[in-house]
């Protein structure tokens, strides 16, 4: 019996829940998954005294995921690359940490929008925070360069930092000028989630037989896939990435891989 959960703040909204218990009793494992709203105040206490908890594993969410990469004692070479870690577990009584965003990322796209990076040139990242972090690395490691456009510049330099030559750091009034170099649009910023603004870019320049992707997928069809869509572009909602990385994270708590079903996604998205 594995007692799991999600770590965030706030953290109601998160359909982790239900993905995790959907597989248990699929796949008949014991286990329970809850939500775990954490006061950032105690997050690097809650993080480092992780064998204390209670739980025996965790998915982490916003805005903790460089902290309890901090705190693992375990990094695997992602953890590392990303500073950032979405997938906990105690090994021999210590934190042991993964990401699995990245490979979530990758998944939806080579599921939903099939040959992407097939001619990987340059694709266009909006954001730098945690999210980002994730989509560059997966990006990098499939051959493209990335231009990074964030409001905060100092944080794309900084991610940008990490991959000298392969990413370039830009203001985000610059973005606009990197869409027609793109052959893969990101927006990884919290734009355009419920209640909380749009992200406006002109896609007017941008190459016929783009694909542009979104990472928000509570509404499923943001602001932002509507317009890359009105002009014409291939579009990807950010729910494959949610359930795969999800997939990769129960793989490392049970030994199982459980599958991404239709049905899965129907139910989560019938939540949304
Ligand atoms: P996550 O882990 O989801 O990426 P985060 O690390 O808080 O969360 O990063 C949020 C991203 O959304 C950042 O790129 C942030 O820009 P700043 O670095 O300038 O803060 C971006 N973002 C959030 N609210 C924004 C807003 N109102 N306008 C522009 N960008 C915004």
Redesign the pocket.
């Known amino acids: 019996m594995k007692r799991l959960a999600i770590i965030g703040w706030p953290i109601g909204h998160s359909r982790s829940p239900m993905i995790h218990r959907y597989w248990m009793e699929r796949y008949g494992v014991a286990g329970s998954y809850d939500r775990r709203e954490v006061d950032p105040a105690d997050a690097d206490s809650f993080f480092s005294g992780f064998a204390a908890s209670g739980l025996d594993g965790a998915n982490v969410t916003?805005?903790f995921?460089e902290i309890a990469a901090r705190n693992a004692r375990r990094r695997e070479a992602i953890v590392e690359r990303t500073g950032a870690a979405n997938t906990l577990w105690l090994e021999d009584g210590e934190l042991a940490a993964t990401n699995t965003d990245v490979y979530g990322f990758l998944a939806n796209l080579d599921d939903r929008a099939p040959g992407w990076d097939v001619a990987a040139g340059r694709a266009l990242v909006l954001?730098?925070?945690?999210?980002?972090a994730a989509v560059v690395e997966g990006l990098v490691s499939r051959g493209f360069a990335v231009d990074v456009a964030?409001?905060?510049l100092a944080?794309a330099e900084i991610l940008a930092a990490r991959y000298p030559g392969r990413v370039v750091a830009h203001p985000?009034g610059e973005a606009t000028s990197c869409v027609g170099e793109a052959t893969l649009i990101v927006n990884?910023?919290?734009?355009g989630m419920k209640d909380i603004?749009r992200?406006d870019l002109d896609f007017s320049a941008a190459k016929s037989g783009a694909w542009v992707t979104d990472i928000v997928y509570a509404p499923l069809r943001t602001a932002f896939l509507a317009a890359a869509a009105e002009r014409g572009l291939g579009t990807v909602d950010g729910l494959g990435m949610l359930l795969h990385q999800a997939a990769a994270a129960f793989e490392k708590w049970f030994g199982i891989r459980p599958e991404v079903t239709a049905d899965l996604r129907a139910r989560v998205e019938a939540d949304l």
């Open positions: 916003v805005p995921k954001g730098a925070g945690g999210a980002a964030n409001r905060t944080r985000s990884t910023t919290s734009l603004g992200i």
